[in-house]
């Protein structure tokens, strides 16, 4: 009796997508491809190059495909989805400036919070769709409230490590001139014979 092979072993036609008969579902679809794409970029850390510009693109392009019917049913579903990747990744912006500009470097604090805040604001407007009423001021407020006791922190602790410096090489200083100090004595007694003897004197009340 021949045994043919589990049936696990044999290769079945995938089943295949339904048709898409409802235009609004299929430009919705057609359009979250992209969105999905640039989800996951932003989960791996990256910002969506001029995200604004290509989020009006790609609104123009899905709801062109609708028609003037279907426009409105259509834009507030877009919205929402563009809107919360555009939340996203301004956030994942203010971190990325966070670390940036944590340290000081050497500049004054108000010149690192300036640097960081026109960072900031440069980056995240090529996140805003164009007319959509996108802000990002919220993020902006909580990165430099977040930044600016943080490089007061940092400026401490830079001013009190360059402090130990400086007194260490005062001690240093000092040792170094005493030894130089103990061997002019040494070479002053040998010159003159005899060991060298130290005295001091009190004065009895």
Sequence with gaps: LAVGPPPSAFAWPRARAPPCDDPLVCAFQDAMRSVEGWQAQVRRGRLV??????AQQLKDQALSAV??????????????VLRSL?????????????????????????????RADSDFAARAAELVRPGSGWSFLDEQRELHSSLEPELRRAASILKERERTRLAQRATRDVVGALK???????????DVGGPPVFWTSYQLP
């Excluded at 259509?74 to 919205?79: A, G, I, K, S």
């Excluded at 100090?181 to 002053?188: C, F, K, M, T």
């Design 49 to 54: 190059r001029k995200f604004g510009s290509k």
């Design 67 to 80: 028609g003037d019917d279907m426009a409105p049913d259509l834009e507030p579903m877009l919205d929402s």
């Design 86 to 114: 555009f939340e996203q990744q301004v956030s994942l912006l203010r971190h990325q400036v966070f670390d940036r500009f944590r340290h000081p470097d050497g500049r004054s604090i108000a010149a690192a919070l300036a």
């Design 180 to 190: 130089h100090q103990v061997e002019e004595l040494r070479e002053h007694f040998q």
